[in-house]
C-alpha cells in the first residue's frame, strides 16, 4: 500500500538501496583472496574453506524467494531492519569465529540478512518512486552491483596483508549500524497484498534454487566434490520443475508465475540470464589470466580490476540519455553485442603487451556494462504492476544472485574444456576461453531483439512524443 514517505526519503531511499546492494556484492567476493590465511589460522585446509562461500551463497538462494512475502506481510522497513541486524550479527561472529564449524555457521546468519537486503530496499524503491524515475534511480542503484565484485578481491587482499583476515567481516559491522540508523529515519513502511505463507512452495522453489546454486559453486570449481555437481544441478531443475506445477494450482503462491505474461519482463529476465554468463565471469577469469597465465602478482591483477569500475561509475552520467537516443531494443541489442566483442578481444593479450594498454578497455567494458545492467533492470521490473511488484523483483534478485556462480562455472568448464583437448599453453586456452565466451554473449544480444521498438518508452519521458513526433514528419516527407 501507498504511504506518506518520511523527509528526505526520497532522495535518501535510493542511497540505502545502493549501499545494500554494495554490501550483498562485496561480501560475495571478498572473502575469496582472504580464505588461504583464514585457513592457516584456523588449521584447517584451504580446500575446506569453500564451505564458507557455499553456505553463504545456499543460504541467499535459499532465502531470496521469500523476501517478497516477508515485505509484504511485515512491512519493508521492519524487514530491511531485521536483515541489516542479522548481517551485523553475522559479521560479528564470523569475525570472532575460533573454528570453521562457527565460521559457516556465522556466514549462515549473514546469508539470512543479506538474502532479503537488497530485494526488500528495491522493493520499497519500486513502490515509491513513480514510472517515469525508475530508470534513473534502478540506473543508481546498478552500479555497486557491478563495482562490488570487482573490488572485493582487491579489498579482501589489502585488508588480509595489511590488517588481518577478521577485518574482512568487522568492517561491515559501522557500515551496517549506520545503514539501520538511516533506514530507520527514512524508509517508509510498505506493506503489500500477500495470502497465506506457502510453505510448499517455498520447500520446492527455494531448495531447488539453493540446489541449483550449490550445482553451480561446484561445477565452478570451487569445491571439491566437483562429481556431485551434476547431480545438484538436476535435483534443482526437478524441484523448480515442481514449484510450477505447484504455482498452476496455488491461488497464492510464495512466486507468482502469471507474471511472467508481461512481455517485457520476460524478455528481460531471459537476457539477464544469458547475457551474464560473459559478464559475471570478468571478475574470475580476467585475475586468473593475468596471475596464472601472465604471471603477474596478485595485487597486481586485483587492481587491474579498478579501471572496469571507473567506467561502470562513469556511465551513470549518461545511460539514461542513451536510452532515450536509442530506446531499449537499440540500446540492448547493440551494447550486449559491444560487451561480447569486448570480451573477445581480451583473446589478444599477451606476455608483451604492457599491462596499460588493458586500461582502456577495461574502462569502456565497465561503461557497457553499466549501461546493459541499468537498461536490463528497468526493462526488467518498469511494466510491472502493483500485484506482480513483489515477485518480479524477487525474480531478478535470484538472476543477478546466481549471476557470479553462473559467470565463473561457464568459463571454468570452458577453460577445462580447452586445457584438457585442446593443444598449446595455459595462456592460448585462456585465450580460447575469452573469444567463447565473447561469442555466446554476442549471441546472446538476439535476445533483445524481441523487444518492441516502443517497450520501455513509458519509462523515458520525452521518448514517446519525440519517436511520434519524428514519424509524423517522416511521413509528411
Same mark, same amino acid.
Given at each position: 500500500q501507498r504511504m506518506r514517505i518520511p523527509p528526505g526519503g526520497m532522495a535518501g531511499l535510493p542511497l540505502i538501496a545502493a549501499a545494500a546492494f554494495f554490501m550483498q556484492a562485496l561480501d560475495a567476493t571478498i572473502l575469496n583472496t582472504a580464505l588461504p590465511a583464514i585457513a592457516e589460522s584456523l588449521g584447517e585446509s584451504p580446500l575446506a574453506m569453500q564451505m564458507t562461500v557455499v553456505g553463504y551463497t545456499l543460504t541467499v538462494a535459499l532465502l531470496i524467494p521469500a523476501s517478497g512475502w516477508f515485505a509484504d506481510r511485515f512491512g519493508t522497513r521492519n524487514v530491511f531492519l531485521f536483515a541489516v541486524a542479522l548481517f551485523v550479527?553475522? /559479521?560479528? /561472529?564470523?569475525?570472532? /569465529?575460533? /573454528?570453521l564449524r562457527m565460521l559457516v555457521l556465522s556466514r549462515v546468519i549473514q546469508g539470512i540478512g543479506g538474502a532479503m537486503m537488497m530485494p526488500v530496499?528495491?522493493?520499497?524503491?519500486?513502490?515509491?518512486?513513480p514510472r517515469e524515475k525508475l530508470v534513473a534511480v534502478l540506473n543508481f542503484i546498478s552500479i555497486p552491483g557491478l563495482v562490488g565484485p570487482v573490488v572485493g578481491p582487491l579489498l579482501g587482499g589489502a585488508l588480509v596483508t595489511y590488517a588481518g583476515w577478521h577485518w574482512i567481516f568487522l568492517i561491515n559491522i559501522p557500515v551496517g549500524l549506520a545503514g539501520m540508523l538511516y533506514a530507520w529515519r527514512i524508509m517508509p513502511q510498505f506493506t503489500g497484498p500477500h495470502g497465506p505463507f506457502d510453505f510448499t512452495g517455498f520447500a520446492f522453489f527455494g531448495l531447488g534454487l539453493a540446489l541449483f546454486s550449490g550445482g553451480l559453486e561446484l561445477f565452478g570449481g570451487r569445491a571439491e566434490s566437483k562429481?556431485?555437481?551434476?547431480?545438484?544441478?538436476?535435483?534443482?531443475?526437478?524441484?523448480?520443475t515442481l514449484y510450477a506445477r505447484h504455482a498452476r494450482r496455488n491461488q497464492a503462491p510464495l512466486i507468482r508465475l502469471g507474471v511472467f505474461r508481461i512481455h517485457t519482463f520476460?524478455?528481460?529476465?531471459?537476457?539477464?540470464v544469458v547475457s551474464r554468463l560473459g559478464t559475471g565471469c570478468m571478475p574470475y577469469l580476467m585475475p586468473l589470466m593475468l596471475q596464472v597465465g601472465l604471471g603477474h602478482p596478485a595485487l597486481t591483477a586485483g587492481m587491474m580490476m579498478a579501471p572496469m569500475a571507473l567506467g561502470s561509475l562513469t556511465a551513470k552520467t549518461f545511460a539514461v540519455r542513451v536510452l532515450r537516443r536509442f530506446g531499449y531494443r537499440n540500446t540492448l541489442v547493440g551494447v550486449t553485442a559491444c560487451i561480447g566483442l569486448m570480451i573477445a578481444q581480451f583473446s589478444l593479450q599477451t606476455p608483451s603487451l604492457p599491462l596499460w594498454m588493458l586500461i582502456l578497455p577495461m574502462i569502456l567494458l565497465g561503461m557497457a556494462m553499466s549501461t546493459q545492467f541499468t537498461a536490463m533492470n528497468s526493462i526488467t521490473l518498469g511494466d510491472l504492476a502493483q500485484e506482480h511488484v513483489s515477485t518480479g523483483n524477487s525474480l531478478l534478485a535470484v538472476t543477478q544472485q546466481l549471476s557470479i556462480s553462473f559467470g565463473v562455472a561457464s568459463s571454468t568448464a570452458v577453460l577445462r574444456l580447452f586445457n584438457a583437448l585442446a593443444p598449446g599453453s595455459l595462456l592460448d586456452h585462456f585465450h580460447e576461453t575469452f573469444l567463447t565466451v565473447g561469442g555466446v554473449t554476442l549471441l546472446a544480444s538476439l535476445v533483445f531483439l524481441f523487444l518492441r521498438d516502443g517497450d520501455g518508452d513509458a519509462l523515458l519521458p520525452g521518448r514517446g512524443e519525440r519517436r511520434a513526433s519524428s514519424g509524423k514528419q517522416r511521413s509528411s516527407r
Open positions: 550479527l553475522g /559479521s560479528l /561472529s564470523c569475525a570472532l /569465529s575460533g /573454528s530496499a528495491r522493493l520499497a524503491v519500486l513502490r515509491a518512486f562429481g556431485l555437481a551434476p547431480f545438484l544441478l538436476l535435483a534443482g531443475v526437478a524441484l523448480l520476460r524478455v528481460g529476465i531471459a537476457g539477464n
